[in-house]
């Protein structure tokens, strides 16, 4: 174990050395992260024992990931924003396929205007592909979230997707505790995956699915990512036990007594804990949840944690235009109604672009969620930081 | 929590000091953070990096607005009053210049202390080209004893390798020798 400073780009990169994977099928160009520069070093300098493939397109990069990861190879590749859109058909199939494909994707804006900075709309666009995703809160996480979903990819052969806020956590260099290698070959053996592929063995793979088939081929990835709820929190039990570390598929900060909670997902969740600090010592009774797994979306984990909430504010960073609510306020909209419990939502939007969420930002936030949870009337979707 | 501002142009290694700096104080024991203000990154433009330091975990995620030091790589950017923005009352600046301290009290009002050294100069000598990375890390130390100097040797050998290690390490202990200070007596 090692105590070191290290950049997200770089934590996860080290995590994928020490899964000690096959293949990695990358596009190098902007928008592509320093995790595969770093992964492509390991490899020409003989630390990685692996097949690094350049491609000529995101697009392309996933589908050598598919070929690779259906041979029973140990797969990974990273991208971004508009990266991640010029996957978006192919990341179906790898769903579709039951691939067993790692990806980091470092969350940046997408186009128009033209931005590389830091919001969840790129992730948020594929949220209905069948992949698990998941979204961490800082350079720790980052790395133990690789290393659990090659695990959890492998068991339930659903790819996963690992979310971090770029710049914010993959241009950042902070404290990462590095395990040795040797415990996470222990949590993750190197061994011969499912394998469907093989020179052996004649098989069509990707075929035409008329409508006698297709349906039923759909929905093994609902049967699929709904089992998967299982394998997740089993995976993060056994990563506590080796490690020392767990996460739930959500965190909870200061909820035990909550009247007002703000609800958010990725790095900004570290700062809000910094105001609800500050809020408690002035007699707030104000709490945190961040959501670290959102496809399997936790709505059992939420709803335990609403008992006495007498309103909640959701911070979303991606917008839905002309919805009923932008991603992450709906799906707790929806986990409510479920749950029988009315309590009033407010809906706030911000940091979209790189924008700076400030420590104000996040207290006018609350001081609005409590305006809401006394009157019990929610306003229109506040867009916080927005200059009018 | 210490929070550093830097200020530099493209290519004088601003963001890889803030991370030698974040890097020693990790290596001490403590917390930090170092990131930078990204944009379209370009020789010569103005860039932006921070440094916090802590003695326990840093949560806070947010850009500094408010530092309690910083450090200038290129004097030319003092020409723009923006260096000297938000700096904390008894507040500290380092600043690569061959001009004497006291020259830049009107640039940083709130400063107690404003440390000046010639690191284009001490570069060009022990490297060989001006990137004044290094070397302003050395006035840094003098003026702030943030870290230890042979723990930042230490980080500048895991970095690079072999001689281009120690010339850098040569460009911060002459700068460290080198730097002026002139001290109003603040709480750092």
Redesign the interface.
């Known amino acids: 174990m090692k105590?070191?400073?290290l950049s997200g780009n770089y934590a996860v990169a080290y995590a994928v050395k020490m899964a000690d994977v096959d293949v990695i099928a990358a596009y190098p160009i902007t928008p592509q992260t320093p995790i595969v520069e770093k992964l492509s070093e390991f490899v020409a300098d003989g630390l990685l024992d692996a097949e690094y493939i350049n491609v000529e397109s995101e697009h392309s990069a996933l589908s050598a990931c598919i070929g690779s990861s259906l041979t029973g190879a140990r797969t990974f590749t990273a991208t971004s924003s508009q990266g991640l859109a010029y996957m978006h058909e192919v990341l179906f199939m790898a769903s579709s396929l039951r691939t067993s494909i790692v990806m980091a994707n470092v969350n940046r804006a997408l186009s128009h205007p033209l931005n590389?900075?830091n919001d969840h709309s790129d992730a948020m666009a594929e949220r209905d592909v069948g992949w698990i995703q998941f979204w961490v809160n800082s350079v720790q996480e980052a790395f133990d979230a690789t290393i659990q979903a090659f695990k959890i990819a492998e068991e339930v052969l659903l790819p996963v997707m690992i979310n971090l806020d770029g710049?914010?956590l993959s241009?950042?260099?902070?404290?990462l505790i590095l395990p040795d290698e040797e415990l996470v070959r222990e949590f993750i053996p190197s061994k011969p995956l499912f394998n469907r592929l093989s020179p052996k063995l004649a098989y069509t793979i990707g075929v035409v699915g008329p409508p006698e088939y297709y349906y039923e081929m759909r929905y093994q990835i609902i049967d699929a990512i709904e089992r998967s709820r299982k394998n997740i929190n089993e995976v993060n039990r056994e990563f506590g036990e080796l490690f020392g570390r767990t996460y739930g598929n959500i965190s909870t900060y200061m909820m035990e007594d909550a009247d007002y909670a703000l609800i958010t997902m990725g790095?900004?969740s570290?700062?809000a804990?910094?105001v609800v600090d500050s809020l408690r010592k002035e007699g707030e009774k104000v709490g945190l949840i961040s959501i670290r797994c959102f496809r399997p979306f936790p709505k059992n984990d939420i709803i335990e944690v609403f008992e006495d909430v007498k309103s909640i504010g959701v911070l979303d960073r991606a917008l839905t235009p002309g919805g009923i609510g932008h991603p992450l306020f709906t799906e707790i909209v929806t986990t409510l109604y479920d749950s029988s419990k009315i309590i009033p939502v407010q809906s706030f939007v911000g940091g979209l672009g790189g924008r700076?969420?400030?420590?104000d930002d996040f207290k006018q936030m609350y001081k609005i969620i409590k305006d809401v949870g006394l009157s019990g009337r929610r306003k229109p979707c506040i867009y916080i930081g927005l200059r009018e | 929590m210490l929070e550093i501002r830097w200020h530099g142009r493209g290519g004088q290694g601003v963001v890889t000091a803030?991370?030698i700096l974040?890097?020693a104080?990790?290596?001490e024991g403590k917390?930090?953070?170092?990131?930078?203000a990204?944009g379209?990154e370009r020789r010569g433009a103005p860039v932006l990096a921070f440094t916090r330091i802590n003695d326990n975990?840093?949560?806070?995620?947010?850009?500094i607005?408010e530092p309690d030091i910083v450090v200038v790589l290129d004097k030319s950017l003092c020409n723009d009053n923006g260096v000297g923005r938000g700096l904390k009352k008894n507040g500290i600046a380092v600043v690569n210049t061959s001009s004497s301290p006291e020259v830049l009290l009107n640039i940083f009002p709130n400063a107690s202390k404003i440390a000046t050294v010639d690191a284009t100069r001490i570069a060009i000598e022990k490297l060989g080209v001006p990137v004044t990375n290094t070397a302003i890390l050395g006035a840094l130390i003098r003026a702030t004893r943030i870290v230890k100097i042979e723990t930042i040797e230490n980080v500048l050998k895991e970095k690079f390798k072999g001689v281009l290690a120690e010339k850098n390490f040569n460009a911060v202990k002459e700068a460290y020798e080198r730097t002026l200070i002139f001290d109003r007596g603040g709480l750092l």
């Open positions: 105590r070191v400073a590389i900075w710049f914010i241009h950042i260099n902070e404290v790095a900004v570290s700062t804990k910094i700076d969420i400030t420590i | 803030a991370e974040a890097t104080v990790v290596n917390y930090a953070q170092a990131f930078a990204f379209p975990e840093i949560l806070l995620r947010t850009q607005y």
